[in-house]
Nanobody
Framework: QVQLVESGGGLVQPGGSLRLSCVGS????????MGWYRQGPGKQREVVAT???????YYADSVKGRFTISRDNAKNSVYLQMNSLKPEDTAVYYC??????????????WGQGTQVTVSS
């Protein structure tokens, strides 16, 4: 069984910073692409940032220059450093990973989500 667990969400004032973490555990052989998605109130889930195993990154236009995605392959982890947060960044943030299991089955996995609220 494979599990992704996020942490690091919370309440922050506009202009503040948060760092999200996501750790994979279980029957993992290799993690390929990883990413962060978010779903705001009344909105559809959208991509925030993604990172390949080799470190190539993609950012949504709305977060470019403010958010930084990184990963630690040895720890099966992905991180999202969020700076200059705005109220419109308020959402539940989800970790996603394309994982090859030890039985060589490839599947996409999602974390349970962590709430980020930006408000004064």
């Amino acid at each position: 069984q494979v599990q992704l667990v996020e942490s690091g969400g919370g309440l922050v004032q506009p202009g503040g910073s948060l760092r999200l973490s996501c750790v994979g555990s279980g029957s993992i052989f290799r993690i390929n692409d990883m990413g962060w998605y978010r779903q705001g109130p009344g909105k559809q889930r959208e991509v925030v940032a993604t990172i390949t195993r080799g470190g190539s990154t993609y950012y949504a236009d709305s977060v470019k220059g403010r958010f930084t995605i990184s990963r630690d392959n040895a720890k099966n982890s992905v991180y999202l450093q969020m700076n200059s947060l705005k109220p419109e960044d308020t959402a539940v943030y989800y970790c996603n990973a394309a994982i090859l299991s030890r039985t060589l089955v490839r599947s996409d996995y999602w974390g349970q989500g962590t709430q980020v609220t930006v408000s004064s």
